[in-house]
Protein backbone atom coordinates (compact mmCIF):
# COMPACT_ATOMS: atom_id res chain seq x y z
CA UNK A 1 0.00 0.00 0.00
CA UNK A 2 1.73 3.27 -0.94
CA UNK A 3 2.18 6.38 1.05
CA UNK A 4 0.88 9.48 1.44
CA UNK A 5 3.00 12.17 1.00
CA UNK A 6 3.81 13.66 4.48
CA UNK A 7 2.21 17.23 5.34
CA UNK A 8 5.33 18.90 5.22
CA UNK A 9 5.41 22.71 4.90
CA UNK A 10 8.97 23.54 3.14
CA UNK A 11 9.07 27.07 5.01
CA UNK A 12 10.11 26.41 8.98
CA UNK A 13 9.12 29.86 10.00
CA UNK A 14 8.29 33.21 8.58
CA UNK A 15 9.59 37.08 9.93
CA UNK A 16 7.77 39.67 8.14
CA UNK A 17 8.85 39.07 4.64
CA UNK A 18 11.67 36.61 5.22
CA UNK A 19 10.37 33.33 4.76
CA UNK A 20 12.81 30.48 6.11
CA UNK A 21 12.82 27.44 4.21
CA UNK A 22 14.07 23.69 4.62
CA UNK A 23 16.18 24.51 1.50
CA UNK A 24 18.02 26.78 2.46
CA UNK A 25 18.78 25.56 5.85
CA UNK A 26 20.05 22.38 4.07
CA UNK A 27 22.89 24.16 2.36
CA UNK A 28 23.42 26.17 5.12
CA UNK A 29 23.83 22.65 7.62
CA UNK A 30 25.76 21.01 4.53
CA UNK A 31 28.41 23.78 4.76
CA UNK A 32 28.83 24.46 8.17
CA UNK A 33 28.82 20.54 9.60
CA UNK A 34 31.26 19.83 6.63
CA UNK A 35 33.28 22.71 7.09
CA UNK A 36 33.79 21.33 10.78
CA UNK A 37 34.25 17.86 9.60
CA UNK A 38 36.85 19.41 7.28
CA UNK A 39 38.73 20.72 10.42
CA UNK A 40 38.54 17.20 12.02
CA UNK A 41 39.92 15.29 9.39
CA UNK A 42 42.40 17.82 8.85
CA UNK A 43 44.39 16.58 12.17
CA UNK A 44 45.57 13.71 10.57
CA UNK A 45 48.52 14.47 8.47
CA UNK A 46 49.49 15.63 6.32
CA UNK A 47 47.85 18.29 6.89
CA UNK A 48 45.72 20.24 3.74
CA UNK A 49 44.91 23.47 4.88
CA UNK A 50 46.99 26.27 7.00
CA UNK A 51 44.79 28.33 9.59
CA UNK A 52 44.34 31.40 7.08
CA UNK A 53 42.80 29.09 3.71
CA UNK A 54 40.60 27.07 6.66
CA UNK A 55 39.26 30.63 7.98
CA UNK A 56 38.36 31.29 4.36
CA UNK A 57 37.23 28.42 3.32
CA UNK A 58 33.09 28.71 3.79
CA UNK A 59 33.39 32.01 1.60
CA UNK A 60 35.36 30.48 -1.55
CA UNK A 61 33.36 26.92 -1.12
CA UNK A 62 29.57 29.11 -0.82
CA UNK A 63 30.70 31.67 -3.96
CA UNK A 64 31.48 28.26 -5.83
CA UNK A 65 29.30 25.79 -5.09
CA UNK A 66 26.12 28.87 -5.48
CA UNK A 67 27.30 29.81 -8.90
CA UNK A 68 28.17 26.90 -10.37
CA UNK A 69 25.31 25.25 -9.30
CA UNK A 70 22.85 27.73 -11.05
CA UNK A 71 25.04 28.53 -13.96
CA UNK A 72 25.24 24.37 -14.69
CA UNK A 73 21.37 24.30 -13.99
CA UNK A 74 21.24 26.80 -16.84
CA UNK A 75 23.81 25.46 -19.16
CA UNK A 76 22.47 21.76 -18.75
CA UNK A 77 19.38 21.16 -18.42
CA UNK A 78 16.72 24.56 -19.71
CA UNK A 79 19.10 26.53 -21.82
CA UNK A 80 16.83 27.23 -24.37
CA UNK A 81 14.07 28.79 -21.53
CA UNK A 82 16.89 31.08 -20.03
CA UNK A 83 18.41 32.34 -23.24
CA UNK A 84 15.13 33.76 -24.06
CA UNK A 85 14.50 34.35 -20.68
CA UNK A 86 17.74 35.70 -19.40
CA UNK A 87 16.08 37.83 -16.37
CA UNK A 88 15.10 34.49 -14.69
CA UNK A 89 18.97 33.26 -14.23
CA UNK A 90 19.29 35.43 -10.95
CA UNK A 91 15.58 33.82 -9.50
CA UNK A 92 17.37 31.32 -7.48
CA UNK A 93 14.40 31.39 -4.92
CA UNK A 94 12.19 29.44 -8.05
CA UNK A 95 14.56 26.44 -7.74
CA UNK A 96 16.88 25.20 -10.24
CA UNK A 97 20.37 24.22 -9.16
CA UNK A 98 22.71 21.13 -11.05
CA UNK A 99 24.99 18.93 -8.73
CA UNK A 100 27.36 18.88 -11.65
CA UNK A 101 27.53 22.49 -11.89
CA UNK A 102 27.78 22.85 -8.02
CA UNK A 103 31.23 20.36 -8.40
CA UNK A 104 32.36 22.35 -11.16
CA UNK A 105 31.83 25.52 -9.64
CA UNK A 106 33.61 24.77 -6.08
CA UNK A 107 36.53 22.49 -7.84
CA UNK A 108 37.29 25.99 -9.62
CA UNK A 109 37.19 28.10 -6.47
CA UNK A 110 39.05 25.36 -4.67
CA UNK A 111 41.59 25.58 -6.96
CA UNK A 112 41.89 29.42 -6.68
CA UNK A 113 41.63 29.04 -3.45
CA UNK A 114 44.56 27.00 -3.17
CA UNK A 115 46.93 29.01 -5.78
CA UNK A 116 46.47 31.95 -3.53
CA UNK A 117 47.67 30.12 0.11
CA UNK A 118 49.76 28.00 -2.30
CA UNK A 119 48.08 24.34 -0.36
CA UNK A 120 48.63 20.87 -2.16
CA UNK A 121 45.54 20.89 -4.45
CA UNK A 122 44.75 17.51 -4.04
CA UNK A 123 44.57 17.10 -0.63
CA UNK A 124 42.49 20.11 -0.15
CA UNK A 125 40.06 18.50 -2.33
CA UNK A 126 40.07 15.07 -1.33
CA UNK A 127 39.19 16.32 2.20
CA UNK A 128 36.32 18.51 0.56
CA UNK A 129 35.48 15.31 -0.75
CA UNK A 130 34.88 13.55 2.36
CA UNK A 131 32.49 16.05 3.73
CA UNK A 132 30.75 16.89 0.41
CA UNK A 133 28.04 13.62 1.54
CA UNK A 134 26.72 15.62 4.12
CA UNK A 135 25.03 18.21 2.09
CA UNK A 136 23.87 16.04 -0.54
CA UNK A 137 22.66 14.23 2.32
CA UNK A 138 20.94 17.09 3.59
CA UNK A 139 20.16 18.26 0.34
CA UNK A 140 18.16 15.50 -0.95
CA UNK A 141 16.43 15.31 2.18
CA UNK A 142 15.20 19.05 1.61
CA UNK A 143 14.28 18.03 -2.21
CA UNK A 144 11.60 15.55 -0.77
CA UNK A 145 10.12 17.81 2.03
CA UNK A 146 9.73 19.83 -0.82
CA UNK A 147 7.89 16.80 -3.02
CA UNK A 148 10.48 17.30 -6.25
CA UNK A 149 12.66 15.49 -8.27
CA UNK A 150 10.64 12.32 -7.36
CA UNK A 151 10.69 9.02 -8.49
CA UNK A 152 8.94 7.26 -11.63
CA UNK A 153 5.76 5.55 -10.96
CA UNK A 154 6.08 2.76 -8.70
CA UNK A 155 4.28 -1.09 -8.30
CA UNK A 156 1.22 -0.06 -5.51
CA UNK A 157 2.21 -3.38 -3.77
CA UNK A 158 5.86 -1.44 -2.99
CA UNK A 159 5.53 -0.48 0.26
CA UNK A 160 7.64 2.40 0.46
CA UNK A 161 6.10 4.36 -2.35
CA UNK A 162 4.91 7.54 -1.91
CA UNK A 163 2.06 9.21 -3.87
CA UNK A 164 3.04 13.48 -4.32
CA UNK A 165 1.04 16.50 -4.29
CA UNK A 166 -1.46 16.04 -6.96
CA UNK A 167 -0.65 12.73 -8.19
CA UNK A 168 -2.71 9.63 -8.13
CA UNK A 169 -0.33 6.98 -8.73
CA UNK A 170 2.55 5.75 -6.47
CA UNK A 171 5.98 7.03 -7.15
CA UNK A 172 9.39 5.98 -5.79
CA UNK A 173 10.67 8.21 -3.63
CA UNK A 174 13.68 8.59 -5.47
CA UNK A 175 14.84 11.78 -3.37
CA UNK A 176 15.08 9.41 -0.24
CA UNK A 177 17.38 6.66 -2.30
CA UNK A 178 20.18 9.50 -3.19
CA UNK A 179 20.12 10.72 0.30
CA UNK A 180 20.93 7.31 1.99
CA UNK A 181 23.44 6.23 -1.28
CA UNK A 182 25.11 9.49 -2.32
CA UNK A 183 24.65 10.96 1.16
CA UNK A 184 24.85 8.98 3.87
CA UNK A 185 26.52 5.49 2.34
CA UNK A 186 29.17 7.49 0.45
CA UNK A 187 29.98 9.38 3.62
CA UNK A 188 30.80 6.14 5.91
CA UNK A 189 32.80 4.81 2.62
CA UNK A 190 34.88 7.77 2.47
CA UNK A 191 34.90 8.04 6.25
CA UNK A 192 36.53 4.36 6.41
CA UNK A 193 38.99 5.28 3.52
CA UNK A 194 40.16 8.21 5.74
CA UNK A 195 40.22 7.06 9.35
CA UNK A 196 41.27 3.09 8.17
CA UNK A 197 43.76 2.81 5.73
CA UNK A 198 46.59 5.17 4.15
CA UNK A 199 44.52 7.48 1.71
CA UNK A 200 45.33 10.25 3.48
CA UNK A 201 49.38 9.81 2.37
CA UNK A 202 48.00 9.70 -1.11
CA UNK A 203 46.97 13.09 -2.85
CA UNK A 204 44.38 12.60 -4.93
CA UNK A 205 42.31 9.05 -3.57
CA UNK A 206 39.45 10.28 -1.72
CA UNK A 207 39.01 12.53 -4.22
CA UNK A 208 38.71 9.87 -6.99
CA UNK A 209 36.50 7.59 -4.49
CA UNK A 210 34.10 10.35 -3.91
CA UNK A 211 33.77 11.07 -7.67
CA UNK A 212 33.27 7.11 -8.35
CA UNK A 213 30.99 6.34 -6.11
CA UNK A 214 28.80 9.24 -6.71
CA UNK A 215 28.55 8.41 -10.17
CA UNK A 216 27.77 5.21 -9.77
CA UNK A 217 24.82 6.01 -7.16
CA UNK A 218 23.58 8.61 -8.90
CA UNK A 219 23.54 6.59 -12.22
CA UNK A 220 21.76 3.82 -10.51
CA UNK A 221 19.45 6.00 -8.88
CA UNK A 222 18.63 7.32 -11.78
CA UNK A 223 16.58 4.30 -13.02
CA UNK A 224 14.00 5.40 -10.41
CA UNK A 225 13.95 8.90 -11.00
CA UNK A 226 11.70 11.04 -13.23
CA UNK A 227 13.69 12.66 -15.82
CA UNK A 228 13.57 16.20 -16.22
CA UNK A 229 10.28 17.38 -18.54
CA UNK A 230 12.02 19.29 -20.34
CA UNK A 231 14.76 16.97 -21.65
CA UNK A 232 13.28 13.50 -21.17
CA UNK A 233 15.37 10.67 -22.24
CA UNK A 234 18.18 10.56 -24.16
CA UNK A 235 18.80 7.69 -26.98
CA UNK A 236 15.28 7.00 -25.20
CA UNK A 237 17.27 5.22 -22.44
CA UNK A 238 20.08 7.46 -20.68
CA UNK A 239 18.98 10.42 -18.35
CA UNK A 240 21.24 13.94 -18.02
CA UNK A 241 21.67 13.15 -14.81
CA UNK A 242 23.90 9.91 -16.09
CA UNK A 243 25.20 11.72 -18.95
CA UNK A 244 27.15 14.15 -17.14
CA UNK A 245 28.31 11.25 -14.14
CA UNK A 246 30.12 9.42 -16.85
CA UNK A 247 33.30 12.04 -17.24
CA UNK A 248 33.14 12.18 -13.10
CA UNK A 249 33.79 8.78 -12.69
CA UNK A 250 36.65 8.63 -15.71
CA UNK A 251 38.05 11.43 -13.56
CA UNK A 252 37.90 9.58 -10.35
CA UNK A 253 39.43 6.82 -12.10
CA UNK A 254 42.27 9.03 -13.29
CA UNK A 255 42.58 10.52 -10.04
CA UNK A 256 42.67 6.64 -8.29
CA UNK A 257 44.96 5.56 -10.18
CA UNK A 258 48.15 8.02 -10.32
CA UNK A 259 47.56 8.57 -6.65
CA UNK A 260 50.45 5.95 -5.65
CA UNK A 261 52.48 8.94 -7.35
CA UNK A 262 50.76 11.53 -5.18
CA UNK A 263 52.63 10.47 -1.67
CA UNK A 264 52.26 13.19 0.48
CA UNK A 265 54.11 13.48 3.95
Known amino acids: ?51 KAYDDFIVWAVLGVLLGGRIGYVLFYNFSYYLTNPIDIVKIWHGGMSFHGGIIGAITSLYLMCKKHKLNFLRVTDLVACAAPIGLFFGRLANFINAELWG ?14 GETYPRHPSQLYESALEGAALFFILAYAAYRTKAQTRAGILSGIFLCGYALFRSFVEFFREPDIQIGYIMEFFTMGQILCLPMLLIGIYLISISKKNVVR
Do not use: C, T
Not at 8 to 32: K, Q
Open 152 to 165: RFASEDLPWAVIFP
Open 1 to 51: MAIAFPDIDPIIFEIGPLAIRWYALSYVAGILLGWLYIAKLDRLEPKAFNQ
